[in-house]
């Protein structure tokens, strides 16, 4: 039977006179005064509630208290015991979930498992953490037209597995998940591969294989998944999530020859790894993740958050203003295949959404492309991001920023000093054309763009670029300015606050798997790093 409290209308008398004036104040000035006056009563219940009875069954908690604990329990990186234990005898949580009832005070974890299952598998989080957040930036004030995005790289709570290991293992979660849902099924499995995959017991089974053998027995292992597939994919075991993920094993990482002559004669290629894409199972246990060369294997998560520029000294007799808090705004986790720069309108189309659209957003350098760049500015927001190092800069060579163009961005000088003979440009295309007996005299010629011309043994000598490398040219001039230094110094500020979610909020050591457990824990946490600096602002 559903339940839901009144927690807006106040108290005939105070139930927190015991605590005394000092632990009261202490307690005003705590993260539970801002979770009890600016979310608790925002809670979204109106979400969760349909999915009870409100006329019948058992009655539920009082939903703001089951969502409310959620948040808290990821804000402090709490197992599930120790989550029931807070509730129980922590008095800040008392207060912060203005508890009226005793049963509400007590959950078992496997009621808690149920809620968070719930909110996981309805996409809560998202809710809550969008929601919360945006009252957050309402009752304090936060200036949203400045913000900076920046990502992290995750790793769910996964060990690393050879080729071989990934078989293995997606072979035996197929083989137990068979057992437990289709017992007739699995008695028609062959018990060799039972006693190998599953069992692990006796010679020849794959967990005795050392690293030097493991890929002299994946052809081996790769066989007894191409049987495995082809012997239930006409059955009712077709339909479980571990067939597919035993089917997409088999298609990513084996190619199998026509079958002639049954399983006796099937043969299998073990794929190269440059024919094997990024974005393949690397452990069963969380397919959805995927691996990057440079971040490694996981997910890719997005933060963008608002700043200030408070850090000027305020002169003798001058008003000091109250502190505003830097909050964090968007959340995303996407797969570590993602590129930065594919990130950035999303997080726009997002703040535009809630009304809380960037005038000014600084960046790194993925999220810089001149395309970006134009379409954010579309979208009413200037992205402030460095543009690549030209290329061959770091070579030694000379670029187009050594060049002196005019208003136009035809050539008018080259860095040499010489003067193009004729300049020509097209809608998309421009050129400057040289002189090549005068390029041969020049000291620059072996770094100059013109030198494959030269090498050619070409009369005339010609540059060729377009004009989204001259708006590029023009960005990397200006970001030698001060004006662009002063305003791109900022975005450093992002860096800690990926500190504080790594080691303070705990994304650094994830005890979930999949992506929208992790997701889930990355919403609630980034929301509760916001709960904590709302606290430090009251507080300071």
């Not at 495995?228 to 199998?256: C, D, K, M």
């Amino acid at each position: 039977m559903l339940t839901i409290r009144d927690h807006q209308t106040g108290d005939l008398f105070d139930r927190w006179a015991f605590l005394g004036t000092k632990r009261r104040e202490l307690l005003e000035r705590s993260w539970a005064s801002v979770f009890r006056q600016h979310l608790l009563a925002n809670l979204p219940v109106e979400k969760l509630a349909p999915y009870f009875k409100s006329d019948d069954g058992r009655p539920t908690k009082d939903l703001h208290v089951a969502l409310g604990v959620l948040i808290l329990q990821q804000m402090f990186d709490l197992t599930d015991t120790r989550t029931v234990e807070a509730m129980a005898f922590d008095t800040a949580w008392h207060f912060a979930l203005d508890l009226r009832a005793d049963s509400d005070a007590y959950f078992c974890e496997r009621t808690l498992r149920n809620y968070r299952h719930t909110v996981i598998a309805l996409s809560l989080d998202a809710v809550l953490f969008k929601g919360l957040t945006d009252q957050l930036i309402m009752a304090y004030g936060v200036d949203t037209t400045k913000q900076r995005l920046d990502s992290t790289a995750l790793r769910s709570a996964m060990r690393n597995l050879t080729r071989l290991g990934c078989v293995v293992e997606t072979v035996s979660k197929f083989l137990r998940e068979l057992a437990r849902t289709h017992p007739d099924l699995h008695a028609q499995a062959d018990p060799e591969t039972i006693r190998r995959y599953v069992e692990r017991e006796g010679a020849g089974c794959f967990a005795l294989a050392t690293p030097s053998e493991s890929k002299r027995r994946l052809p081996e292992a790769g066989l007894d998944l191409a049987n495995l597939v082809f012997q239930y994919r006409p059955t009712a075991a077709r339909e479980l999530p571990s067939f597919a993920l035993l089917e997409r094993v088999l298609t990513e990482q084996f190619e199998i020859a026509p079958d002639d002559g049954g399983s006796s004669s099937r043969k299998v290629r073990v794929k190269e790894p440059d024919e094997i894409p990024c974005d393949n199972v690397r452990n069963p246990a969380d397919p959805d993740s995927s691996y990057n060369t440079y971040r490694g294997q996981g997910y890719l998560a997005q933060f963008m958050e608002t700043y200030q520029e408070d850090d000027a000294t305020p002169m003798a007799g001058e008003e000091v203003l109250p502190a505003k808090p830097d909050l964090i705004t968007h959340v995303a986790v996407n797969k570590m295949t993602q590129h930065d720069c594919d990130a950035l309108e999303p997080a726009l189309a997002d703040a535009k959404d809630r009304d809380i659209q960037p005038q000014r957003l600084l960046g790194d350098t993925h999220y810089g492309p001149q395309e970006n760049i134009q379409k954010a500015a579309g979208l009413g927001t200037a992205v402030i991001a460095p543009a690549q190092t030209p290329r061959g800069e770091n070579a030694g060579r000379l670029t187009l920023e050594q060049f002196e163009l005019n208003e136009q961005g035809e050539v008018l000088k080259c860095p040499g000093g010489q003067t193009p003979e004729s300049v020509s440009s097209g809608a998309e295309r421009m050129q400057a054309r040289f002189d090549a007996t005068i390029c041969e005299r020049c000291p620059l010629k072996t770094s100059c763009l013109i030198a494959p011309e030269l090498k050619r043994g070409k009369k005339v000598a010609r540059i060729q670029y377009t004009r989204e490398r001259v708006a590029t040219r023009e960005r990397r001039l200006a970001e030698r300015s001060d004006e662009f230094k002063e305003k791109y110094r900022w975005r450093a500020g992002i860096e800690g606050t990926m500190s504080r979610l790594k080691h303070q909020m705990g994304l650094n050591n994830l005890r979930v798997r999949g992506r929208k457990a992790v997701r889930y824990v990355v919403n609630m946490r980034a929301l509760g790093l916001n709960i904590l600096r709302c606290k430090a602002c009251k507080a300071a």
